[in-house]
């Protein structure tokens, strides 16, 4: 433990903590992140250390909770806001386009973005969190807005008589 940990000893209240009548104990860390980042440490953790507590006490029960609970429920909220986002999204864009193909065309930049901003933060070193993800939401917006601009440029060039790949480079060039 000391190789990853610096221990404190020192005094406290003493409690027994329950929880539905079970005894509790809670362990609390702060993170180094010159040494790695939360999600690597709470994996490594699962894997190799509460692993061979549980084969030991397979009784033993365990769960991460505070800011890993948070995390994970507003993950939740985001995944499920972001089906409907993405079904009311394609809805109100077929809607204005009067064209079931084209806000597929406008929702196919969606997932580009996505990778690349997980590619950066995979080569930056950083760890997803939760102002990550509104970040990638906040981008899918503008990524489904600048296609939004270069389809509807699109129609209207096609519209004034213009074939439709010089339309589509025209688009590309503005």
């Known amino acids: 433990l000391r190789q990853v940990a610096e221990l404190k000893y020192g005094q406290s209240y003493s409690a027994i903590r329950r929880i539905d009548g079970r005894r509790i104990v809670s362990v609390r860390a702060l993170v180094d992140s010159g040494v790695g980042n939360t999600g690597?440490?709470?994996?490594?953790?699962?894997?190799?250390?509460?692993l061979k507590i549980k084969s030991q006490n397979p009784q033993l029960q365990y769960s991460f909770e505070g800011a890993h609970r948070a995390q994970t429920n507003t993950m939740d909220g985001v995944k499920q806001g972001g089906i409907v986002a993405l079904i009311l999204i394609y809805s109100l864009l077929a809607l204005q386009f009067r064209?079931?193909?084209?806000?597929?065309i406008i929702m196919t930049a969606i997932p580009f973005g996505m990778v690349g901003a997980l590619l950066g933060h995979l080569l930056m070193g950083y760890s997803l969190s939760v102002i990550s993800v509104l970040g990638i939401v906040a981008l899918t917006g503008i990524v489904v807005n600048d296609s939004l601009i270069l389809v509807d440029f699109i129609n209207r060039s096609r519209e004034r008589g213009t074939p439709i790949r010089q339309a589509i480079v025209e688009a590309g060039v503005r």
Not at 41 to 46: E, P, T
Not at 99 to 104: K, L
């Open 40 to 50: 690597e440490i709470q994996r490594s953790i699962k894997q190799e250390l509460l």
């Open 99 to 104: 064209s079931y193909f084209q806000p597929v």
